[in-house]
Each structure stands twice: as C-alpha cells, then as structure tokens.
C-alpha cells in the first residue's frame, strides 16, 4: 500500500506544528506544504518538517490537504481547491469556526472526493512559523464537525492524521453547536481581551503598563494573538459572538449595578459563582 501524501496549506502556527508533529513518526504521512511566504516553505524543507515544497494547485496530487490559514481566507481557498480534489481524497481545515467552511466545503469538491471540518484545541498567542511546535497538540483534543453527508471513512482519516500529531481527545460535534460553545469559549475572551487592552490604550491620561499586576498581563495575554487571524474568526463567526457579547454585557452591567450600589451581599454571591465554575475548570 502506498504510503499516504498530506498537503498543509499554511506553515504558521497550526499548519508548522502539524508538520513537525508528523516528522519522523512511525507510520507517518508523506508532507507537503505550501506557503505565501517562500522563505518559510524554505525553513520547513530545511527542518525536514515538508518533504516538499509545493504550489496550492499542486496539492490536489495529495490524498489528504489540511487547510490551516485565517478563516476567511480559508474559504476563498476551499473554494478553489475543492473542484481539483481527485475522487478519494479528503479537504479538511484547522479553523475554529466551523459552519461556513463546511458548508463551502461540502458544496466545493468534486464528485467522488471529500470535505470533513476539523479544529485542533491548541495554540498560543505567537504566530507564524517560527513559533511551530512539534509538542503543540500533545494531549489536546481535536474536534470532527460532520453533517449527515460526511464520509465516514474520510473522518476516520483525518483523525488518524491528528491523533498521529499527537491529540489524545478525539471528539465530534455538530458544526452550528461548535461555533455556539467556541462563542463563548474562546471567541468572546479573546474579543474581551482586545477591549480591555484596547481601552487603556485609549485613556486620556497615560497609564505606564509598566506597573501592571498579574492580573492585567496574564488576563490580556491572548491579545498578543494574530491580529489578522482573530479579525477573521470574529467576523466569520460574527452571530454568534455578538450573541456572546450581548450576554456578557448584561452579566457585566449586574456587576456594575452591585458596585455602584455597595452591595456586598450581591458582589460576594457573583464572585463566589465565578470562583466556583472556574475552579471546576482545573478540576475537570
């Protein structure tokens, strides 16, 4: 049986760690990858995390092309690579909005080959390939977002590929459900992240961050994230999010109405439900 060929469009973060997650694994897929930015696809060969380096349209010689670009333009791609893809072969993505991508996915390739949405629950706030790491889905999970089209077989696939790469959780959920609880989980702390940097930034009178406590560096960590990357998660995913900010606003006007009336009562009962669900995060 001939060894298996896997495409990674994009070597940043996601799509650089993948490929060097496979490198020199037992069983391992043969890598390609492709980049806009040539030096990168030359540091990658270099790492011998690629065994080529190839052009987007030359990854429909692949069986398996995982997409790990910015949503938006991650469609724009799908779109395009979708009708090259031979009979057999799987389209996937990284991106952690779901419902689009596989709606255009499913709708983009060809007869006979197909689309299975995936998101690796990994990353930090560096970008690019110079902040790959081959350690960077070990123990974390992945998640499969099928419809009733998808392909059984095609899931398989892509799961193997991630749980080769080091995932330990391999989960499945429905696309419209994923894009709901990454709202809240992550789409919205990032977008809350950005404000409350984004409103120190713009105070009339300086601020030296300088004196910052733990607290400001470690809550706004996140917004050191990508910026092109986070634009596009958050206009992709733009319902739900404002749903999330919706909500979170009125859990935040609560806070303000209990602070402005000295109610000490009505802060210790908000903290303490706070403490208590995130304390069950570190237990769980």
């Avoid at 930015?37 to 692949?62: F, H, N, P, Y």
């Avoid at 938006?72 to 990284?94: S, W």
């Avoid at 998640?143 to 790469?165: F, G, L, N, S, Y």
């Avoid at 004196?211 to 400001?216: I, K, L, R, T």
């Amino acid at each position: 049986m001939a060894r298996e060929r896997v495409g990674i469009l994009g070597l940043g973060l996601i799509g650089g760690s993948l490929a060097l997650s496979l490198k020199g694994k037992r069983g391992a897929p043969e890598v390609w990858g492709c980049d806009r930015r040539k030096g990168t696809v030359r540091r990658a060969l270099s790492a011998g995390a690629i065994a080529r380096g190839c052009t987007e349209a030359q990854l429909s010689a692949c069986d398996v092309v995982v997409v790990c670009i910015p949503v938006l333009r991650a469609v724009e791609a799908i779109r395009r690579l979708g009708p090259r893809m031979r009979p057999g072969t799987v389209l996937t993505d990284a991106g952690s909005v779901k419902s689009g991508i596989v709606r255009e996915g499913e709708r983009a390739v060809a007869l006979g080959a197909f689309f299975v949405g995936g998101h690796p629950i990994a990353g930090t706030e560096a970008s690019g390939y110079s902040a790959a790491d081959p350690a960077l889905f070990h123990r974390r999970s992945f998640i499969v977002t099928p419809t009733r089209r998808t392909d059984a077989d095609a899931i398989r696939r892509v799961e193997r590929i991630w749980k080769r790469a080091g995932s330990a959780a391999l989960l499945r959920m429905d696309p419209k459900i994923h894009d709901h609880v990454f709202a809240y989980v992550s789409h919205l702390p990032h977008a809350v992240a950005y404000a409350l940097v984004h409103s120190v930034a713009t105070l009339p009178s300086r601020v030296p961050l300088g004196y910052s406590a733990g607290g400001f560096r470690d809550f706004t960590r996140i917004a050191s994230s990508n910026p092109e990357m986070w634009k596009d998660i958050v206009l992709e995913n733009r319902t739900e999010l404002l749903r999330a900010l919706a909500h979170y606003r009125r859990n935040l006007a609560l806070l303000e109405r209990r602070i402005a009336r000295c109610d000490s009562d009505g802060l210790l009962e908000y903290f303490g439900r706070a403490k208590k669900t995130r304390d069950g995060l570190l237990s769980s």
